[in-house]
């Protein structure tokens, strides 16, 4: 459910590093208190951004949410297919419901976000 | 406070819901998820569990009078099986709760309203010279909505007669000998029936109908982007304190012949004509208004979003939204504040398809 190779933040983004990039997506128990995605807006490529400074925003029927930058970094792509399909981040929200990746980021702030471990524990306190 | 739960929770929970706090009720928001049980809507059938919400009965034509003054329709009139929907007012003509009542006979008017304000309503109803008789604590209320559902009903041994229920109508059948109360109506625009049963038969009705195989159980979610796309108003979210029938674009359920409270404020009202109305709004994407955001046109604050949520049959954002009467014009494009969406002004309903009036005789 959890994968072990990535890391959490607070609001339930996930980091992980894949060919010398990080991607970022939303956790499967966001999804889950979400429930159906309808909408996904994406940040601009190019953008700098700053550790907890809301990039995109993903709208399922029930609500309208925020995805925070997990670290600063600069975003270098977008996942497209979203536009037409945003219910992959229910489906898939590890695989193919991943919303951006970064390049520069901000290596220590990576580090010091939540391992599995520590984020499973960090959802049974809430 | 405790939360209440209703004689269904555990067929709901057996049904696999999902729970929320809904005016202190502990209900299922959803079940299998909400665009799905949304279509199931649409195209087959799905049961609702609106055991929460009240029901009174009135007995005799002074009281059923004495009610009508206290709406903005006329009961007395009302031919036997007719639903019709009124507003019970305030004493300043605005809305203390939407509610339908239905003539079971001469004699007895059968009302039934929302969840949010029951107490109050129930106060003054059966505190006051209407006498009402609240049976709220009696009945289990399930709907059944969707193409199929008469079609369900009759093969899950009710009486056939339902089928002569026109669209609005109602009246009393019996099901194993217990007397239930049917109305043909709903919160959906689909054709759909409205079960008032007697506790003691509450879930054994709700187990038939679930395992239908094409019926699906369905949670407040559902319902709620249902009635959105319908453009129908939910009381406490489009209709507030000091809504007016007249904002709530309820203006074909006044009915200014007879005699009402707060009928010479309304008259006041809708004469000078400067006030904001609940209007249908869409956007042209998937991207949804959502409740509370405030709505600009032309630089200057005209209204806001008193509903909003992804049409899952329309295939984009709908919405209501009370706006100042010169841009509740269908066409007129609009701004949402502080976010990169705009939504024009539509007519209701925003879904056109639904089967609610279809004939099925």
Known sequence: ??????????????????????????????????????????????????????????????????????????????????????????LDPYGKGWCFKMDDIDTAQYRR???REAYEKYLKSL | MELKKTPLFECCEKSGGRFVDFHGWYLPVQFEGIIAEHLHVRSYAGIFDCSHMGEFLIHGHDKISHFSFLTCGDFVPLPIGKCRYTAILNTDGSILDDCVGMKLDEETLFVVTNAGPLEEVSSLLCNSDVQAEDITQQIVKIDIQGPLSLDVLLQSGFDSQVAGLKYWTGGRFEWNGEEIIITRAGYTGELGYELYLPI??????????????????????????????????????????????????????????????????????????????????????????????????????????????????????????????KVAIPGTVLQIAGRPLQVEVCNIPIYQNGTARKKVL
Not at chain 1, 15 to 43: F, H, N, R
Not at chain 2, 218 to 243: H, K, S, V
């Open chain 1, 1 to 90: 459910m959890y994968p072990e190779d990535v890391r959490y933040t607070e609001n339930h983004e996930w980091i992980g590093e894949e060919d010398g990039l990080y991607i970022v997506g939303i956790s499967e128990y966001a999804q889950e208190q979400l429930g159906d995605v309808t909408y996904v807006e994406l940040p601009e490529i190019g953008r700098h951004v700053r550790q907890k400074e809301p990039v995109a925003q993903v709208e399922s029927v029930k609500a309208a949410e925020d995805i925070y930058a997990p670290v600063t970094g600069v975003i270098v792509e977008v996942n497209e297919a979203l536009e037409g399909e945003p219910e992959l981040i229910n």
């Open chain 1, 113 to 115: 976000l939540m391992n």
């Open chain 2, 200 to 325: 003691s038969i509450g879930a054994d009705i709700w187990k038939q109908l679930v395992s239908h195989p094409q019926v699906k159980p369905c949670g407040l979610g559902a319902r709620d982007t249902l009635r959105t796309e319908m453009g129908y108003p939910l009381n406490g979210q489009d209709i507030l304190p000091g809504t007016t029938p007249l904002m709530a674009s309820m203006d074909r359920f006044i009915d200014w012949e007879h005699d009402f409270i707060g009928k010479d404020l309304l008259l006041q009202q809708k004469n000078e004509g400067d006030y904001r109305v609940l209007t249908g709004i869409k956007t042209h994407t998937r991207q949804a208004p959502r409740h509370n955001q405030k709505i600009i046109f032309q630089d200057s604050e005209v209204g806001e979003v008193t509903s909003g949520t992804y049409g899952p049959s329309v295939g984009v954002g709908v919405g209501l939204a009370m706006l100042d009467k």
